[in-house]
Nanobody, 125 residues
Framework: QVQLVESGGGLVQAGGSLRLSCAPS????????MGWFRQAPGKDREFVAH????????HYADSVKGRFTISRANAKNAIVLQMNNLRPEDTAVYYC??????????????????WGQGTQVTVSS
């Protein structure tokens, strides 16, 4: 059974930092590209960041570029989203997702095969 478990969410003041982790199990991690998405109340789920199966390629939404960093450690079956200089508009539930062998349209949620349960990030002004 495939599971993606996110952790690291919480409440932080604007300008602060949080580090989200995702620990996939039940799959061959090195075969999967990974992504982070987020969903704020009343809004659609939106792409945040993506890392290729090898870790050599990363992509970011324009809204987080320069502030967020995605990384993966295949030996540890884990990915991390380091979020710096957080803003109130970053408040959302953040989801980890996995797509086998990657996807050209990695920014589309429906390309992904597996999802975590989400972790809440709240940024106060």
């Amino acid at each position: 059974q495939v599971q993606l478990v996110e952790s690291g969410g919480g409440l932080v003041q604007a300008g602060g930092s949080l580090r989200l982790s995702c620990a996939p199990s039940g799959l061959t991690f090195a075969d999967f590209a990974m992504g982070w998405f987020r969903q704020a109340p009343g809004k659609d789920r939106e792409f945040v960041a993506h890392v290729s199966w090898s870790g050599d390629s990363q992509h970011y939404a324009d809204s987080v570029k320069g502030r967020f960093t995605i990384s993966r450690a295949n030996a540890k079956n884990a990915i991390v989203l380091q979020m710096n200089n957080l803003r109130p508009e970053d408040t959302a539930v953040y989801y980890c997702a996995a797509v086998q062998y990657g996807a050209i349209r990695f920014y589309r949620a429906n390309e992904y095969d597996y999802w975590g349960q989400g972790t809440q990030v709240t940024v106060s002004s």
